[in-house]
């Protein structure tokens, strides 16, 4: 099993860059293939950005695209989303996932994830 616990969310004005972090624990991290999603008030969860279990494949979201970067450090147990030119619409609760993986994709679908951390807010403000 792994635990995950997110970092680095806040209030930002619009166009301005945050990085989240997700801490997870155990020694088996670079064994899981990672995800980030997000939650805005009243809507679904959805994927924001993936990354293989090496780091070496990504794939994003089309309205993160461009300005979203997820990475991943496997010394340190950490997988990271860099987000810049911040928009209101990026305004959500962050949650990463992980899964174990044996073939080195990423995934994109919620329901292939089954760990999450508690998540992280991150407030756009216009």
């Known amino acids: 099993q792994v635990q995950l616990v997110e970092s680095g969310g806040g209030l930002v004005q619009a166009g301005g860059s945050l990085r989240l972090s997700c801490a997870a624990s155990?020694?088996?991290?670079?064994?899981?293939?990672m995800g980030w999603f997000r939650q805005a008030p009243g809507k679904e969860r959805e994927f924001v950005a993936a990354?293989?279990?090496?780091?070496?494949?990504?794939y994003y979201a089309d309205s993160v695209k461009g300005r979203f970067t997820i990475s991943r450090d496997n010394a340190k147990n950490t997988v990271y989303l860099q987000m810049d030119s911040l928009k209101p619409e990026d305004t959500a609760v962050y949650y990463c996932?992980?899964?174990?993986?044996?073939?080195?994709?990423?995934?994109?679908?919620?329901?292939?994830?089954?760990?999450w951390g508690q998540g992280t807010q991150v407030t756009v403000s216009s």
């Open positions: 996932a992980a899964v174990r993986d044996y073939s080195g994709i990423y995934y994109s679908t919620l329901s292939s994830y089954n760990y």
């Open positions: 155990g020694r088996t991290f670079s064994t899981y293939a």
């Open positions: 990354i293989s279990r090496s780091g070496g494949n990504t």
